[in-house]
T-cell receptor, first 117, second 118 residues
Framework: AQSVAQPEDQVNVAEGNPLTVKCTYSVSGNPYLFWYVQYPNRGLQFLLKYITGDNLVKGSYGFEAEFNKSQTSFHLKKPSALVSDSALYFCAVRDKYSGAGSYQLTFGKGTKLSVIP | KAGVTQTPRYLIKTRGQQVTLSCSPISGHRSVSWYQQTPGQGLQFLFEYFSETQRNKGNFPGRFSGRQFSNSRSEMNVSTLELGDSALYLC?????????????????FGQGTRLTVV
């Protein structure tokens, strides 16, 4: 079974400072990893994904994430936080070989990011 | 290009009633998944449909069911509603693959249907 852990329920960061939202995963095979962001009363917006190749993945709105296979981590980062980045962030994993072509995503519990002006 | 459309956005139902939620995926997407989001349990997978067939199902009671039509639109139904069914129900569409291999495409989510059971 696949699982995702986001160890921090909330992350506070000052505007202009770098931010990191942590994610670790567990799958039986090779993972596909995703980050999504959710604003209040909205659905999830795709930020970035890791499939294979370069361990540093760049995504939307200046976000990037680093895949670390040995630590089974996929932390989300941004060099300079904006107040508008305040939202709920979800890490998700899909086992490359789970099910008969299933698209089931397993999500972490989410991390609330607050960027303080 | 239109995104994923879920209707209605908000619903209030009484315990014991049933409800049907609708999802129109992005044009050309054949896979539709449903998720339940609650503050306590987070995002939980309900089921996934591809080409009108349920391909995977999460750990929910049989009161939760779904279907997919030939145009890839999907509906989910919850019968005999309970207070604990109050949640945001999210639909996600993906390109999908009929070969059994999992493509590496991301899922695109609708804005959700907020169901409140009273």
């Amino acid at each position: 079974a696949q699982s995702v852990a986001q160890p921090e329920d909330q992350v506070n960061v000052a505007e202009g400072n770098p931010l990191t939202v942590k994610c670790t995963y567990s799958v039986s095979g090779n993972p596909y990893l995703f980050w999504y962001v959710q604003y209040p009363n909205r659905g999830l917006q795709f930020l970035l994904k890791y499939i294979t190749g370069d361990n540093l993945v760049k995504g939307s709105y200046g976000f990037e994430a680093e895949f670390n296979k040995s630590q089974t981590s996929f932390h989300l980062k941004k060099p300079s936080a904006l107040v508008s980045d305040s939202a709920l962030y979800f890490c998700a994993v899909r086992d490359k070989y789970s099910g008969a072509g299933s698209y089931q995503l397993t999500f972490g519990k989410g991390t609330k990011l607050s960027v303080i002006p | 290009k239109a995104g994923v459309t879920q209707t209605p956005r908000y619903l209030i139902k009484t315990r014991g009633q049933q409800v049907t939620l609708s999802c129109s995926p992005i044009s050309g997407h054949r896979s539709v998944s449903w998720y339940q989001q609650t503050p306590g349990q987070g995002l939980q997978f309900l089921f996934e449909y591809f080409s009108e067939t349920q391909r995977n199902k999460g750990n929910f009671p049989g009161r939760f069911s779904g279907r997919q039509f030939s145009n890839s639109r999907s509906e989910m139904n919850v019968s005999t509603l309970e207070l604990g069914d109050s949640a945001l129900y999210l639909c996600a569409s993906s390109l999908g693959s009929g070969t059994g291999r999992i493509a590496d495409t991301e899922a695109f989510f609708g804005q959700g249907t907020r169901l409140t059971v009273v």
